[in-house]
C-alpha cells in the first residue's frame, strides 16, 4: 500500500510541473502592451483590423461592437454595440443555426473617404451594413431614429467561419464571398457603385470550383509612369479544387485572379459578368525534395519600391494537403511574373480526348485584357463594345496554361503559420546595395516568429509567445516600428525589432538584417538602421573580440531516449557542415542539427562553417560532447529497482492468488447455501474442485502496476544551458533567442500513466474482479480525477522542444 500511495505522489509532482504552452504578453518586459476580452467588457471574436495611418487609430470588427482603439495608448478605446435584434436571433435559430451564430459578426470595415467607415457583419445570416461616423464614433441613424443600413449580401459572408476578403478599390468595394444562405455559391464581384456596374463571376465550376478565399490587393497604376495607359487592376488570391486534374480524390491549388477597374461587363454575352476575369495557378515547389505547397492561406502585398507599383510582390503562407502533419511554406511572387502568366496561353479541355490543350485560334482584340490605348484607338474604348467571340472565348476559357512558380523561401515542420507581414530594410555597405525582408509569422498557437531573408538564406531569429496556444494568430498589422498583433481575443502591441535582446556578438550579428550592430566596447548590441555589415567583416569583427573560431567545448551529460538540438550560428551565407560520431541518429534543422542519444550517438559534435572563405579553412563554430549521465549509477538504481519490482511482483501475486481462491470459495458457498443447505459433503467436494481451477491462466494482479517498472523518474522537455549543466522548462515564460549558446533543447516522450492503469482490471468467469485492492481502486479514482491524465496521454501535456 506504501508504493502504491508513493505512486500517486510523484504522479501529482509530475503533473505540477508540466510545462505550459500558454504565455502571456506580460512576461516578456514594458515594451509589450496587452489588450484581453475583460478589457473590452466581455466582447471578443475580432476577426477584422482597419488602421488609420494618420490619427493611429485602430478599427476592430468583432461580435456585436466594433471598438476603436488609440494604438499610442491601448487604454483610450472606445466601443460601439452593433446587435441583432430578438426577433431576428430567433428566428435564425428556428432555421437550425447555433445561438452563437446567429450573432453579429463584423466581417468588414472599410474607409469610405468622407470621415465615415463602412461596416458589414453576418448579421444572424442576413448580412447588413452599416455607416460609422468617425468624428463621433457612432453609427448613422435615419430622422427616425432607426439605424440606417442596407443589405450586405455579396460584400459580406453570411457565416462567421466562412472564408472571405475584400478591398476598396477608389471608393469602390469589390469583394470575394459567398452569396447565399447555404454558402454553395461564390461570387467575385463589384459589390458597390452604380447599380448598372456591379457585375460578378459566371456561376460555372470554371470560373470558382469550391475555393476558399484568402486575399485580394489593389494595384494603382502610376499616372507618371504608364506609357501604355494599363487599367488598374484587382487581384484574388484563393485556393480552388482543380477541374483540370483527372483524379479520383479532389486536388487543391492555390490561384491568383485579376479582374480589371473599368470593366462593366458584356452588352449580349456576359451581361453584368466579367469580361477581364483570369485567373492562373501558383506552384510553390521545393525543387530539391520534388515537395509541393498546395494550399494557400494566407498573403501580404508590399511594394519592393515604394511609389513604384511595378515593383509589387506578393508573399504567401503555404500548408500542403497531403502532409499529416504542421507544416508550412512560404513563397514570393511578382507582380510582373504573373502579368507574365496572364498573357500568356489559355488552357482549353478538349472534349474528345479529354485532354487539356492550348486553344487556337485566340480572336482579336486578345480575351482578358484589361483596357489601354490601343484598345481605345481601336475602337474599343468601353467592355460594353467587345465583340461575341471574344465574350464567348473569355467565358469559357478563364485558365491560362502556364503557372506562376516560385521556390520556398522557407519551410518549417512542426509548425502551422496563419498570419503574415513583411517589413524591408534598404542599407548599403560601401558601394552595394543591400535589401533585407524580414517575415513576421503569426502561428496557430499564439506565436509570433520573425525570419530574416537575405538572398536565397532564411534565418529564423527569434521566437515570441504571446497567447495562450488556443488563441490562433488572425490579424499582424505593422505601424510605426511597432506590430499590433491580434487573435479572436486579444490585441498586443510589442516593438518590430529590440536589439538589446541580443546580448552577444555572435548573437547580434544573426539579427544584423534587423539592423542590429555590435559594439565591442559598450559590449552592447544597439539599433542602427541603415547600416550594414558585410559577412566576412562581421566574422573577423566577432573573431577579435570573443574568438570566434575557437569556441569553447560544451559537454553535455545526457540518457539514453533524449532528443537533443545542437546549435550553431551561422554568420555568413556560406555552408556548415557537422562532423559527428558514425551511425548517430541525426536530423539537420538549418544549420543545427537534432540528436536521437543512444549508444552510438555518444560523442563529439562539430559544427564548421565557411566563414573567411573557399579558399581558408573552415571556421569552428561550435563544439559538444555528449555523454551519458552517471551510468554506473544509473545501473545500480537500475538492478535495485529490479529487484524491488521483482519482490513486490512475487508478494502481490501470492496475496492476489490465496485472497482470489478464498473469494471464488466463498462465492460457492454461498451459491449453495441458497440452494438449499445440508449437502455440506458435496458442497465441500465440489469447493475443492473449484481451487485446482486456478491453473489456468489467470489476471494480473494488483502488484502487476508496479512490477512493469514504470519509469517514473524520466525527463520531460527541457532546454540546457551553455555549459549543459542546468536543465530549464520549455515553457519558460521569455523569448527564445536563437543563439550558439543557449540553444541546447531536449525532448523525452512521457508515460502514459493512464494507459498503465486502463486494463488491469479484468472480469473473471462468474464477473466478479480479480486481484484489485481497495487501495489500487482508491488510487485510480485519484488519477482519474488529474487534469493531464484526464481522457488523454501524459505526452499531451507537453511541448515540443524543438
Excluded at 384 to 402: A, I, Q, S
Aim: with cysteine; charged share 25%.
Amino acid at each position: 500500500m506504501k508504493s502504491v500511495t508513493g505512486l500517486f505522489v510523484v504522479s501529482v509532482l509530475l503533473c505540477s510541473t508540466i510545462p505550459s504552452r500558454s504565455a502571456t504578453a506580460n512576461s516578456y518586459g514594458a515594451d509589450i502592451s496587452r489588450l484581453g476580452s475583460a478589457d473590452f467588457s466581455g466582447v471578443n471574436n475580432f476577426s477584422t483590423f482597419l488602421l488609420d495611418r494618420v490619427s493611429g487609430m485602430l478599427y476592430l470588427g468583432a461580435r456585436d461592437a466594433v471598438i476603436a482603439v488609440d494604438t499610442a495608448n491601448l487604454s483610450k478605446r472606445k466601443m460601439i454595440e452593433w446587435s441583432v435584434p430578438e426577433e431576428k436571433r430567433k428566428s435564425c435559430v428556428a432555421k437550425g443555426k447555433t445561438e452563437d451564430d446567429c450573432k453579429n459578426y463584423v466581417r468588414l470595415l472599410e474607409f469610405l473617404g468622407d470621415g465615415r467607415i463602412y461596416a458589414c457583419g453576418t448579421f444572424a445570416f442576413d448580412p447588413q451594413c452599416a455607416f460609422i461616423n468617425i468624428s463621433s464614433f457612432s453609427l448613422e441613424k435615419h430622422e427616425d431614429g432607426s439605424m440606417k443600413m442596407e443589405t450586405g449580401k455579396g460584400k459580406c459572408p453570411f457565416e462567421p467561419s466562412q472564408h472571405y476578403t475584400a478591398v476598396m478599390a477608389g471608393g469602390t468595394l469589390y469583394t470575394a464571398a459567398t452569396s447565399n444562405f447555404l454558402g454553395t455559391m461564390y461570387d467575385i464581384s463589384r459589390a458597390t457603385g452604380i447599380e448598372q456596374e456591379r457585375i460578378r463571376t459566371e456561376q460555372s465550376i470554371n470560373w470558382l470550383s469550391d475555393p476558399e478565399f484568402v486575399s485580394s490587393a489593389f494595384i494603382l497604376e502610376d499616372e507618371k509612369n504608364n506609357p501604355t495607359g494599363e487599367d488598374d487592376k484587382i487581384y484574388f488570391f484563393f485556393t480552388e479544387v482543380a477541374k483540370e486534374y483527372d483524379l479520383y480524390t479532389k486536388v487543391k491549388v492555390p490561384r491568383v485572379a485579376r479582374v480589371c477597374k473599368s470593366d462593366v461587363g458584356g452588352m449580349k454575352t456576359l451581361q453584368r459578368r466579367w469580361t477581364t476575369f483570369l485567373k492562373a495557378q501558383l506552384v510553390c515547389e521545393d525543387r530539391a525534395s520534388g515537395q509541393r505547397f498546395n494550399v494557400l492561406t494566407d498573403v501580404f502585398t508590399v511594394q519592393h519600391q515604394p511609389g513604384d507599383p511595378s515593383s509589387t510582390h506578393f508573399y504567401g503562407i503555404f500548408t500542403s494537403q497531403w502532409e499529416r502533419g504542421e507544416l508550412s511554406a512560404v513563397c514570393v511572387y511578382s507582380l510582373e511574373e504573373i502579368t507574365k502568366v496572364m498573357n500568356g496561353p489559355f488552357k482549353e479541355l478538349k472534349k474528345t480526348c479529354e485532354n487539356w490543350i492550348n486553344p487556337e485560334p485566340i480572336p482579336t482584340p486578345r480575351p482578358g485584357q484589361c483596357l489601354n490605348s490601343a484598345l481605345i484607338e481601336q475602337g474599343f474604348e468601353s467592355s460594353l463594345k467587345l465583340p461575341d467571340k471574344v465574350l464567348t472565348f473569355v467565358r469559357d476559357h478563364p485558365l491560362m496554361e502556364n503557372s506562376v512558380v516560385a521556390a520556398p523561401l522557407m519551410i518549417r515542420n512542426g509548425i502551422t503559420y496563419t498570419k503574415l507581414a513583411v517589413t524591408l530594410t534598404m542599407a548599403s555597405s560601401g558601394l552595394k546595395q543591400h535589401m533585407t525582408t524580414v517575415l513576421h509569422l503569426g502561428t496557430d498557437h499564439g506565436e509570433l516568429h520573425k525570419v530574416a531573408v537575405v538572398g536565397p538564406n532564411a534565418t529564423l531569429i527569434e521566437e515570441v509567445p504571446l497567447f495562450s496556444a488556443q488563441e490562433p494568430v488572425n490579424n499582424i498589422l505593422l505601424y510605426k516600428d511597432e506590430a499590433l498583433v491580434g487573435t479572436p481575443l486579444s490585441l498586443v502591441k510589442l516593438p518590430i525589432v529590440d536589439c538589446s535582446l541580443y546580448s552577444t556578438c555572435e548573437v547580434c550579428a544573426r539579427a544584423r538584417s534587423l539592423g542590429c550592430v555590435w559594439r565591442h566596447n559598450e559590449r552592447d548590441c544597439v539599433l542602427k538602421p541603415g547600416e550594414v555589415v558585410e559577412a566576412d567583416d562581421l566574422v573577423r569583427q566577432c573573431n577579435k573580440g570573443e574568438g570566434l573560431c575557437s569556441p569553447p567545448v560544451i559537454e553535455i551529460r545526457v540518457v539514453k531516449g533524449l532528443r537533443v538540438l545542437l546549435s550553431c550560428v551561422q554568420l555568413s551565407p556560406r555552408p556548415c557542415h557537422w562532423d559527428q560520431p558514425p551511425y548517430s541518429h541525426t536530423r539537420r534543422h538549418n544549420n543545427d542539427l537534432e540528436v536521437q542519444v543512444t549508444e552510438k550517438s555518444l560523442g563529439t559534435y562539430v559544427c564548421l562553417c565557411d566563414e573567411i572563405g573557399r579558399d581558408q579553412p573552415p571556421c569552428r563554430r561550435a563544439e559538444y560532447q555528449l555523454t551519458l549521465d552517471n551510468p554506473s549509477m544509473e545501473g545500480n538504481v537500475a538492478t535495485a529497482g529490479g529487484r524491488h519490482f521483482l519482490a513486490s511482483h512475487i508478494i502481490f501475486f501470492v496475496g492476489g492468488f490465496v485472497l482470489g481462491g478464498i473469494l471464488l470459495f466463498l462465492i460457492y458457498k454461498r451459491q449453495g447455501g441458497m440452494r438449499g443447505g445440508g449437502h455440506s459433503s458435496s458442497t465441500l467436494e465440489k469447493g475443492q474442485d473449484l481451487l485446482p481451477s486456478t491453473d489456468t491462466p489467470q489476471s494480473p494482479s494488483s502488484a502487476s502496476l508496479l512490477s512493469e517498472a514504470v519509469p517514473l523518474t524520466e525527463k520531460r522537455n527541457g532546454t540546457l544551458n551553455g555549459h549543459g549543466h542546468n536543465m530549464l522548462p520549455a515553457g519558460h515564460n521569455s523569448r527564445h533567442i536563437y543563439s550558439n549558446s543557449s540553444g541546447l533543447k531536449l525532448q523525452e516522450s512521457a508515460v502514459n500513466l493512464a494507459e498503465e492503469l486502463d486494463g488491469r482490471e479484468r472480469a473473471g468467469p462468474d464477473g466478479e474482479e480479480e486481484g484489485l485492492g481497495e487501495g489500487l481502486r482508491e488510487m485510480e479514482e485519484e488519477f482519474s480525477k488529474l487534469p493531464c491524465l484526464r481522457g488523454a496521454p501524459l505526452a499531451q501535456c507537453e511541448e515540443s522542444s524543438i
